[in-house]
């Protein structure tokens, strides 16, 4: 499990596949300090090129569904 700080803050832990219930649902990790700090995350990804681009990505690939 990789728990580094990423550059908005947060500290990415590891993929959670539920074993029950339906199989096309996985969430990512990512627990931050404080409600604050999330909310900056949220505010920040938003204007960043990377993350643009990824959004882009599941948008034009349709890999994330919901």
């Known amino acids: 499990m990789d728990s580094s700080s990423g550059r908005f803050g947060g500290a990415f832990h590891d993929y959670f596949l539920p074993s029950e219930g339906a199989n096309d649902i996985a969430l990512a990790l990512f627990p931050f300090p404080s ?32």
């Open 35 to 66: 409600l604050a700090t999330y909310e900056q995350y949220r505010s920040d990804s938003f204007k960043d090129e990377e993350c643009t681009l990824a959004f882009k990505y599941t948008k034009d690939t349709g890999c994330v569904m919901s």
